[in-house]
């Protein structure tokens, strides 16, 4: 909403300096985007007359341009714009001036030509309009040499941008914005005498009107208005239209749209000799029936849509929201048929949006126009369409109000001074209470018991609940006055983190810690992205996606990191391992109810620089044992499978010690790696946080560390392909049994004397016992019992290794 | 089988022929198929230009129409059957190769598992790696907020209409709804899943779980239908905070955001409240703070205000404690929440929040 301040100034004196203003309509709630100053800094600028145009001997695009500035001489200016001819008047910056914004104009030489000054566009002298030409004046508007704001009627003016909320349909008006901020600065409001209406001539008769949908238009005010000037309208109230964001395009039309932009109510004014029967009629739509509104779209209405139809029964706009093509008004219509109404803001909701439709009129009625305004903007209407130019042989007929019970009343609402002080941590007074509201229109008797009966006014019948009213003491108190405080509470709780959220981060920490970066990736995927990831392509998909590669709900954080690995690779970034805790949604069981959502570990990983493509795997197993090392896991296991997206004979399911699957871990199929993009092997780890959280945790107890020396010795076995290396490991350790303080795998050797599909697996053992020091037959005895062991699992052993 | 030049083959021998070049074909294919590597070059002998099939070909001219047109059949029937049984072999072939490519690859992960101590990354003399700048973000304000008292609850991203429009009084068709460009899910009735617009639908199932009171702040993803720009992502991050218990007042509300503000950005910096419009809250607010850039003086980040504007608040609508059955009489609240996207780039001076979704480890290597 963009009120200039000059137009607010109608209703109230609001002197104090515009940044003052602005600062209040802010703290209003009617926040101030921006605070526009326009008409200053013209001082220099004057009207010049477009003398001759010729080509620029050395130049294509600007063209030489004399004007007389006043004293009927040519003077030469370079000028790039083309929307002018001989003759026109144009806004010349001479030689010295200084344009809004700070610009000086000097005596320039361009391509060899000089140039005496500066043609304007509006733009350049801070004024709205296009700026790919310069600002034309009207024909005969000013002499040259005039200045140009003189001319233009151009007072300086402020223009606030105001962003004003669902909840102030009031305030999307002048008088509205003025009302809130002459309140809040103790000032008198008062609707302004403006240009009297001429009296209700009875000799023009009313037009016929019948309304039969009074719950969806609960009051309809028709006026006819006889001998409406035709011409533009007159300057300065084209500039108000202007600054306040409408285009100016002929008396009627913007008569009616000052009258909403000034008094609140939006209006419609018909060609009365275009409506069938000279008359409206109002009913609900047919089902399928179909009209072209103005913006030239055809619409399929239905039954909860408000229709305007003429007397004869054609349709001739959609109630509220947008006039029909049909009976619009043109430039040479004087007999005028003024509709002012009030449409249920829930019906306009509902047609607004099923048909797409935005316009002024919509905004304001779905958020509640006064009611009771209608009359008073007629009389607006024809006052100001009175007093245009040719318009002083307006006369007017008798306005007919279609008014059913259907309409709202004024909300009678209790107000506890109690609970306005409970509510907001104030001490106001009962005194108080009137002062603040009473300004905005608020009816308060005498408080009974603390209590006070209010009225409220016809334009804040959105105000209908005692909080309500007590946002509106607030506002009128003034947020900032109100002492901040801690909550006394009753029984306060300690707050916190819980085990979920602090083992989350735990997570994090020991990830980021080992080198990994944490990523952010998109909870969308394309369509193929996941069957190009090898996995199930089944998802939930998003009905209205911003875009198709966005239309899919990730069920695996995997394709997302990948697109992240690629995306570092295009940028020559090295040494890539990544991590994301993110949240992925499988399709529910049954139809109808929710995604089934859950928070996921992903890991990506690649090889380091030249090494051995295995590290990208290994890095990702890595991964593995220090979460779940840093979470006291205990017992977790790695169970070779064929798993979707994974390498076949890379990959394995990673189990709990009740068996539970916690997650995946492997080397990404070659294939899912290569169709995003990426060559080389990828690690991959991928964990269910719920499962893993949900195992039995080593408890947090201090065993004693030993005293005593440790004894290590080293244990080789061969053994099958198809044995893994941690069931041996596991083997020994039940054999080392309390003794056991550490197993490492050293070696892993593979030769043709071992045999095909055969290895060497080398582990070194560290034992120590907490009460004493090992001796030589414990330690032969322990020797024997993990080869024992680990040769029930397959493993023949292969010997001391040397040392 | 070269023809003779004196005495052209008749029918009868040509159809031999063709009869010989499939039985060898066929017998040609099955060998290569077991003996690897050798298939593609067999596929070639006995489909190719010099194949026995070809040779046969050469001979049809010799033949009578009539001679011609038979064993022109034969000839097409027998190269049919030799491709077909060429493409099924290839594809046992193929899978043959490929198992035998994963049998050469086959790791035992638990060699890694129980492998030296050494990690596997240290070498690459990187360093340790970072936590995303958001999550940093998120981290820091969850603890600001619990060292406050709150506790931190989350909830679903997707949700149902009730949830996030209806519980929070909005109605079908209320206004408000258009302050939020909703994604719908194509689950259920068509406009009743929903990837929630903001955090607060997890008030109402802290409401719902009805332990009074409460102190929480809901960190998590959100979604709105908006084209990303150098401020905006359709997917970000919002934390809202939520206080229900007896006698809560909006001086509290103020209170809580101040001590948020100071002990978050340190003591310089502030808070202010100004009227908004929130469907869920009465009063409502929108909170402000020092631009802590600046410090308050005016920059390029605040637009010279000096303030920032960070997020929207308000004391909880009767109409939420209705809807979960909660006595607006017996107890009041207030709720906040703000995006924690966006605070990260107001104080990491970020240009661009796109950056923060590219996962440039450039980028994210710098907090």
Redesign the interface.
Same mark, same amino acid.
């Given at each position: 909403m963009r009120a200039p301040l000059s137009w607010l100034r109608d209703y109230a004196p609001l002197d104090a300096p515009p940044a003052r203003l602005a600062e209040v309509l802010? &703290? #209003?709630?009617l926040?101030v985007e921006s605070t526009e100053h326009v008409g200053e800094g013209l001082d220099d600028v004057v009207v010049a007359r477009v003398l001759d145009i010729r080509a620029h001997p050395a130049a294509d695009r600007i063209r030489l341009v004399d004007v007389d500035a006043g004293d009927g001489e040519a003077l030469q200016i370079v000028c790039g714009a083309w929307n002018f001819a001989v003759g026109d008047l144009v806004p010349l910056a001479p030689v010295g001036a200084v344009l809004p914004g700070g610009f000086a104009i000097g005596r320039r030489k361009m391509r060899g030509e000089v140039s005496n000054g500066m043609l304007c566009s509006a733009p350049e002298l801070g004024l709205p309009g296009p700026g790919d030409g310069l600002l034309v004046l009207p024909p005969g508007s000013a002499a040259p040499g005039v200045p140009f704001a003189e001319a233009m009627g151009l007072e300086p003016d402020v223009v606030f941008d105001l962003d004003v909320?669902?909840?102030?349909p009031d305030a999307l008006c002048m008088a509205g914005v003025a009302r809130d901020l002459a309140a809040a600065l103790g000032e008198a409001w008062s609707w302004p005498a403006g240009p009297p209406a001429p009296p209700v001539d009875p000799s023009i008769g009313t037009a016929p009107l019948s309304v039969d949908a009074p719950d969806l238009c609960p009051r309809f005010t028709a006026t006819v208005l006889d001998g409406a000037p035709t011409g533009p309208s007159p300057v300065w109230m084209a500039r108000r239209l202007t600054l306040a964001g409408m285009r100016p395009i002929g008396a009627v039309v913007d008569v009616s749209n000052y009258v909403m932009l000034d008094v609140g109510q939006p209006n419609h004014a018909y060609d009365l000799d275009a409506l069938g029967g000279g008359g409206l009629s109002v009913r609900r739509a047919r089902p399928g029936e179909r009209l072209v509104t103005l913006d030239g779209v055809e619409r399929a209405l239905g039954p909860d849509d408000c229709l305007i139809c003429d007397a004869g029964g054609t349709p001739v706009g959609v109630g509220g929201v947008m006039g029909g093509a049909g009976a619009e008004i043109d430039p040479s219509t004087t007999r005028v048929l003024l509709e002012a109404a009030w449409f249920a803001?829930?019906a306009i909701?509902?047609t607004g949006?099923r048909l797409g439709l935005h316009s002024e009129a919509r905004v304001r009625f &779905?958020?509640g126009v006064d009611p009771e305004l209608a009359p008073r903007a007629v009389e607006r209407f024809a006052g100001l369409l009175a007093s245009l130019p040719g318009g002083e042989a307006l006369r007017r007929g008798a306005t007919v109000d279609a008014r059913s019970p259907h309409l709202p009343g004024r909300p009678r609402v209790a107000l506890r001074t109690s609970r306005v002080n409970? +509510?907001?941590? /104030?001490a106001l007074s009962e005194d108080d209470l009137p002062r603040l509201l009473r300004p905005l229109g608020f009816r308060l008797e005498d408080p009974v018991g603390g209590t006070f009966d209010v009225e409220v006014p016809s334009w804040r019948l959105e105000c209908s609940?005692e909080? $309500?009213l007590?946002?509106e003491v607030?506002?009128m108190w003034g947020?900032?006055r109100?002492?901040? /405080?801690?909550?006394?509470?009753?029984?306060?709780? /300690?707050?916190? +983190?819980?085990a979920f959220?602090r083992e989350r981060?735990r997570i994090?920490?020991v990830?980021?810690?080992?080198?990994?970066?944490?990523?952010?990736?998109?909870?969308?995927l394309a369509p193929g992205d996941l069957g190009q990831a090898g996995l199930d392509p089944l998802a939930?998909?998003?009905?209205?996606?911003?875009d198709r590669s966005?239309s899919v +709900?990730r069920t695996s954080l995997l394709p997302g990191l990948l697109k992240?690995l690629r995306?570092?690779l295009d940028?020559q970034?090295e $040494? #890539?391992? #990544?991590f994301e805790v993110?949240?992925v949604?499988a399709p529910?069981a049954d139809?109808?109810?929710?995604?089934v959502?859950s928070e996921r570990l992903g890991v990506v990983v690649l090889p380091?620089?030249a090494?051995d493509a295995?590290?990208a795997?290994?890095?990702a197993?890595?991964c593995?044992?220090?979460v779940a090392d840093a979470l006291r896991l205990d017992g977790a296991s790695?169970d070779?499978a064929e798993l979707p997206g994974l390498?076949?004979?890379?990959?394995?399911r990673l189990l709990g010690p009740s068996g539970t699957i916690l997650g995946e871990?492997?080397?990404v199929a070659s294939e899912a790696a290569r169709a995003y993009g990426i060559d080389g092997r990828v690690g991959w780890l991928g964990l269910s946080l719920d499962a893993v959280f949900g195992e039995a945790r080593r408890p947090r107890l201090a065993a004693d560390v030993s005293r005593y020396p440790a004894s290590a010795l080293d244990l080789a076995f061969v053994a099958g $392909?198809d044995l893994?290396?941690?069931?041996l490991?596991g083997a020994i350790a039940g054999a080392a049994g309390d003794l056991l303080e550490d197993?490492?795998?050293?070696d892993?050797y593979r030769d043709e004397r071992l045999g095909a599909g055969r290895r060497s #697996?080398a582990y070194h053992v560290t034992l120590r016992a907490a009460d004493r020091t090992l001796d030589e037959p414990e330690l032969a005895e322990l020797r024997r019992a993990m080869i024992a062991a680990a040769s029930a699992e397959g493993g023949e052993l292969r010997g001391e290794p040397a040392g | 089988m070269t023809p003779q030049a004196s005495s052209p083959p008749g029918l009868d021998e040509v159809l031999a022929a063709v009869e010989s070049a499939l039985r060898d074909g066929r017998r040609r294919l099955a060998e290569a198929a077991a003996t690897p590597g050798s298939f593609a070059a067999a596929q070639r002998e006995v489909l190719g230009k010099r194949s026995a099939l070809a040779s046969v070909n050469a001979l049809l001219g010799g033949l009578d129409p009539d001679g011609r047109r038979q064993a022109g059949a034969a000839l097409g029937a027998a190269r049919k059957e030799l491709e077909e049984e060429a493409n099924r072999l290839e594809a046992v072939v193929a899978e043959a190769e490929r198992r035998q490519r994963v049998a050469a690859e086959r790791l035992d992960l638990t060699e890694m598992a129980i492998g030296p101590k050494t990690p596997p990354l240290s070498h690459s003399g990187r360093g340790v790696g970072r936590l995303h700048l958001v999550t940093q973000t998120r981290d820091e304000l969850e603890d600001t907020f619990v060292a406050m008292g709150f506790a931190v609850a989350e909830g679903p991203e997707a949700e149902t209409d009730w949830y996030n429009f209806e519980a929070l009084n909005m109605p079908p068709a209320h206004p408000a709804r258009g302050m939020w460009d909703t994604l719908y899910l194509r689950l259920g009735e068509p406009g009743t899943v929903l990837l929630r617009t903001h955090t607060s639908p997890v008030q109402i199932h802290l409401l719902e779980a009805g332990e009074l009171p409460i102190y929480a702040v809901m960190p998590g993803r959100c979604y709105r239908r908006d084209t990303p720009d150098a401020r905006h992502l359709p997917v970000f991050h919002q934390i809202e905070g939520l206080v229900v218990d007896r006698g809560i007042t909006f001086g509290d509300l103020a209170g809580v955001i101040e001590a948020f503000t100071t002990s978050f950005f340190g003591p310089a910096i502030h808070s202010r409240l100004r009227p908004s419009y929130f469907p869920f809250t009465e009063p409502s607010a929108e909170f402000e703070v020092t631009c802590p850039i600046c410090r308050g003086e005016g920059c390029r980040t605040c637009s010279g205000s000096g303030w920032i504007e960070l997020g929207g608040c308000g004391m909880v609508d009767p109409n939420v404690f209705s809807a979960v059955g909660i006595d607006p009489e017996r107890y009041s609240g207030f709720a906040f929440g703000f995006g924690i996207d966006r605070l990260a780039q107001v104080r990491a001076e970020l240009s661009d929040m796109r950056a923060l979704i590219d996962n440039d480890i450039r980028f994210l290597r710098q907090f």
């Open positions: 802010s &703290e #209003l709630g926040v909320g669902p909840n102030r803001p829930a909701a509902r949006q &779905e958020r409970d +509510l907001l941590g /104030t609940r909080v $309500d007590i946002e607030a506002r947020y900032r109100i002492e901040r /405080t801690v909550p006394a509470g009753s029984r306060r709780r /300690t707050g916190g +983190l819980t959220q981060r994090r920490q990830l980021s810690g080992a080198g990994f970066y944490e990523a952010w990736t998109s909870t969308f939930v998909e998003v009905e209205n996606p911003l966005e +709900l992240a995306f570092n940028r970034n $040494d #890539l391992a #990544l993110g949240r949604f529910p139809e109808g109810s929710l995604p959502e380091f620089g090494a295995s590290t795997v290994a890095a197993v890595r593995w044992v220090w790695i070779a390498h076949p004979s890379r990959a394995a871990v492997g080397e $392909d893994p290396a941690a069931r490991a197993l490492v795998l050293f892993v #697996l | -």
